[in-house]
């Protein structure tokens, strides 16, 4: 309750900058306004805890998606989505079992796309690649932030590096760190840097991007559709409604949407269920079932048979079995 008081205190903060600018010698341009109501939105968008799902995700792209991996295309109209307003419900994640075993994980190779047709295979060698290796970029900085954690255990303190190294991560995943313990920071790091299944980061990359076949992904890199408020970092798009000041996040490359995704789903207000769930199957060492997660990202975009979507778009091409995939160097 406290924290949702905050958000307009901050947004009032950002307010009370606009007479100062009015003020300066330099008049006030266009421009200037634009960022600032850029500054805006993009706060509203990463940070406030309720509203409707249109103001939420910001990110739908044009698709061109294949006939055979849609459930319904049906126009469909906006409805309120509330952000953790109650306990995660049990059965959300009561067929997680204990797992003792080890989870075999096998070297990426060739033979692994051949059930493919050819447009698929294409897309698959190309962004599967780069899913694998920013979940192993993320298990890695997680192995790192454990030491962090294992030394401030152990000696109750951390050097200043080391809290350099904390203080620039707790920033990029939306973690407060000034006058707050330490080691509750590091335990909400763990919440959030953390893999995502090879297998959902793939299907919603292909149905936001219609397989690569989008404007948005072949003229600008966008796999996933994400929203902006910069006009330094996107693009109009082309059937954006009247009022409407949203732009398509471009990047110089695909590597970056992936980065720029994973870093979206570990880090925004809208995906605490998703990540909760996520650390029950950290506890109890068993990522199987990943439609539980998939449940969980109901928030991601405005279709009601959206889940239903990347379900049937994991199971028709068979994309659990990329989920136990590693790349050998």
Not at 43 to 57: A, G, H, Q, R
Not at 311 to 329: A, E, L, M, R, W
Request: charged fraction near 25%.
């Amino acid at each position: 309750m406290h924290k949702i008081l905050l958000y307009p205190l901050v947004i009032v903060g950002i307010a009370i900058t606009i007479p100062t600018i009015a003020f300066e010698e330099k008049p006030l341009t266009l421009d200037v306004k634009y960022k600032l109501n850029a500054e805006l939105d993009e706060l509203v968008l990463n940070y406030c805890k309720t509203y409707d799902s249109y103001t939420i995700n910001k990110l739908y792209s044009e698709k061109d998606i294949l006939k055979n991996d849609i459930l319904n295309n049906s126009k469909i109209k906006k409805f309120l989505v509330n952000i953790k307003t109650k306990p995660l419900n049990p059965k959300s994640y009561s067929g997680i079992e204990n797992n003792r075993g080890v989870n075999l994980v096998t070297n990426l190779s060739e033979s692994d796309f051949q059930y493919l047709n050819e447009q698929k295979q294409k897309f698959v060698k190309t962004v599967l690649p780069l899913i694998i290796n920013e979940n192993q970029k993320i298990l890695s900085k997680r192995n790192e932030i454990m030491v962090l954690r294992a030394k401030l255990t152990e000696n109750n303190s951390l050097n200043s590096f080391e809290l350099k190294k904390l203080r620039k991560l707790s920033k990029k995943y939306k973690i407060k760190f000034d006058n707050e313990h330490k080691m509750e920071v590091i335990d909400k790091l763990l919440s959030r840097v953390e893999m995502i299944p090879n297998s959902i980061v793939l299907a919603q990359a292909a149905i936001e991007s219609g397989w690569g076949s989008s404007r948005f992904a072949q003229e600008y890199n966008a796999l996933f559709g994400e929203y902006t408020y910069d006009n330094t970092k996107g693009v109009v798009p082309l059937e954006r409604e009247n009022g409407d000041t949203h732009l398509i996040k471009a990047f110089n490359s695909y590597n970056n949407s992936v980065v720029s995704y994973f870093n979206n789903i570990n880090s925004h207000y809208a995906y605490e269920d998703f990540r909760e769930i996520r650390n029950i199957m950290r506890e109890r060492n068993n990522f199987s079932n990943v439609n539980l997660l998939v449940e969980s990202l109901s928030t991601y975009a405005e279709d009601k048979n959206y889940i239903k979507t990347i379900k049937q778009v994991i199971k028709t091409n068979n994309f659990s079995i990329f989920d136990q995939k590693t790349i050998s160097y």
